[in-house]
């Protein structure tokens, strides 16, 4: 079982930037990337950014040249840093780890609210 807790939303204006956290605990043992994902209000639950254990990255191409994930393995935390937010990233974050099967191995956590005011 991997644990799993988002923190760092939060209420911000167009422009402005967030960071989110994720700590990882539990059985890391199988995890090959690591993940956030977001749902914006009546919209299904989508992946934002990716990180492999051996750092490439991945984005949507909505998010691309303003948000950042990285990880530090030492803490086993990774983050999203958020920059020249708009409104429609307004939505609940969440993270979770990815197998090396490509399935989702952390219970899905309430989320942290990010909220982007024009």
């Known amino acids: 079982q991997v644990q799993l807790v988002e923190s760092g939303g939060g209420l911000v204006q167009a422009g402005g930037s967030l960071r989110l956290s994720c700590e990882v605990s539990g059985n890391v043992d199988s995890v090959k990337s690591m993940a956030w994902y977001r749902q914006a209000p009546g919209k299904q639950r989508g992946v934002v950014a990716i990180i492999t254990k051996d750092g490439t990255t991945n984005y949507i191409n909505s998010v691309k040249g303003r948000f950042t994930i990285s990880r530090d393995n030492a803490k086993n935390t990774f983050y999203l840093q958020m920059k020249s937010l708009k409104p429609e990233d307004t939505a609940v974050y969440y993270c979770?780890?990815?197998?090396?099967?490509?399935?989702?191995?952390?219970?899905w956590g309430q989320g942290t609210q990010v909220t982007v005011s024009s």
């Open positions: 979770n780890v990815i197998s090396y099967y490509d399935v989702t191995l952390g219970t």
